[in-house]
């Protein structure tokens, strides 16, 4: 079946550091990935999407590229906030009989220090 | 901004009441997904409506639990005979064409 493997965590970094997130995925077919964040107390929120193999997405200084030759869709930024502190959560969605369930990952817990 | 709304927030009840959740998606939304998280996981998906069609249910829905989309507009989960092992988050999600999932603040169940 489809799943998501992501680093564990926690991880804490220093504001201003380098991010990386790991993410590798299993899935028959053509995936969607999807990297979600989740702010304390807050739902989730899609952080950014890519919907075929070397599509890369960004949004809010955040990155991540389709790799279908190593399976993964790793998170980068280059440079963190305090205001990054989160969940984040990768995930695929492979439509079967028009279902896009999405997968997802355990999550990572990032927290930034000023 | 009228998001995914769910209501309540926070349910507690004991073990072996029924509970029921309710999830009013994105009004021009079509599909709409209910996923449960526990701690320190990610959301598990539980079952999918296409309008008020119920297309996919998870294995982990078991016969206690039962969601319905009457009209293709606001959803119910319906958790009978609770038990503990149903304490965890419940989340709705919806998305339209262009398939973007977008999830609602969720609903913690307590069951003591």
């Known amino acids: 079946g489809n799943s998501v493997t992501q680093m564990e965590g926690p991880v804490t970094l220093s504001e201003e550091a380098f991010l990386t997130i790991n993410c590798t995925y299993t899935?028959?077919?053509?995936?969607?990935l999807f990297w979600y964040v989740q702010y304390p107390g807050e739902g989730l929120q899609l952080l950014l999407k890519a919907m075929k193999a070397d599509d890369k997405g960004s949004n809010k200084g955040f990155e991540a590229t389709y790799r279908k030759e190593t399976t993964s869709f790793h998170l980068e930024k280059g440079s963190v906030q305090v205001s990054d502190s989160a969940v984040y959560f990768c995930?695929?969605?492979?439509?079967?009989?028009?279902?896009?369930?999405?997968?997802f990952g355990k999550g990572t817990k990032l927290t930034v220090n000023p | 901004d009228t998001g995914v709304s769910q209501d309540p927030r926070h349910k507690i009840t004991k073990r072996g009441q029924n509970v029921t959740f309710r999830c009013d998606p994105i009004?021009?939304?079509?599909?709409l997904y209910w996923y449960r998280q526990t701690l320190g996981q990610g959301p598990e998906f539980l079952t999918y409506?296409?309008?008020?069609?119920?297309?996919?249910k998870s294995r982990l829905l078991s016969d206690r639990f039962s969601a319905e989309r009457p009209k293709g507009s606001f959803s119910t989960l319906e958790i009978q005979r609770t038990e503990q092992g149903d304490s965890a988050m419940y989340l709705c999600?919806?998305?339209?064409?262009?398939?973007?999932?977008?999830f609602g603040p969720g609903t913690r169940l307590t069951v003591l």
């Open positions: 995930a695929l969605s492979a439509a079967q009989g028009g279902s896009e369930k999405l997968v």
């Open positions: 409506f296409q309008n008020e069609a119920q297309l996919e």
């Open positions: 999600a919806s998305s339209g064409t262009r398939h973007e999932q977008f």
């Open positions: 899935a028959t077919g053509y995936p969607s």
């Open positions: 009004s021009e939304h079509n599909r």
